[in-house]
Nanobody
Framework: QVQLVESGGGLVQAGDSLRLSCAAS????????MGWFRQGPGKEREFVAA????????YYADSVKGRSTIYRDNAKNTAYLQMNSLKPEDTAVYYC?????????????????WGQGTQVTVSS
């Protein structure tokens, strides 16, 4: 049974940093891409960042590029999203997801597995 478990969300102030974690279990993810999506109040779920499990290649949405870093730890089977210089518009539930390598990483329909989400709230 595949499980993706997010952690690390919370309430922070604008300008602060957070690191989100996604612990993956239940299968080998070597041929997968691990992605982060977010869904703000009244908004559609949107792509944030993704990392290829095999070689660490990364993808970012323009909204977080330069402020965020996604990476994975193979030994821990965990993907991370380090977010810096947080803004109130970053407030959302953040979801971790896994897609087979080769699918479009920007499209949420590509992802086979999803976590339950972790809330990030940024106050101004």
């Amino acid at each position: 049974q595949v499980q993706l478990v997010e952690s690390g969300g919370g309430l922070v102030q604008a300008g602060d940093s957070l690191r989100l974690s996604c612990a993956a279990s239940g299968r080998t993810f070597r041929n997968y891409v691990m992605g982060w999506f977010r869904q703000g109040p009244g908004k559609e779920r949107e792509f944030v960042a993704a990392v290829r499990w095999s070689d660490g290649f990364t993808y970012y949405a323009d909204s977080v590029k330069g402020r965020s870093t996604i990476y994975r730890d193979n030994a821990k089977n965990t993907a991370y999203l380090q977010m810096n210089s947080l803004k109130p518009e970053d407030t959302a539930v953040y979801y971790c997801a896994a897609a087979r390598y080769g699918a479009s990483v920007y499209y949420r329909g590509s992802y086979d597995y999803w976590g339950q989400g972790t809330q990030v709230t940024v106050s101004s």
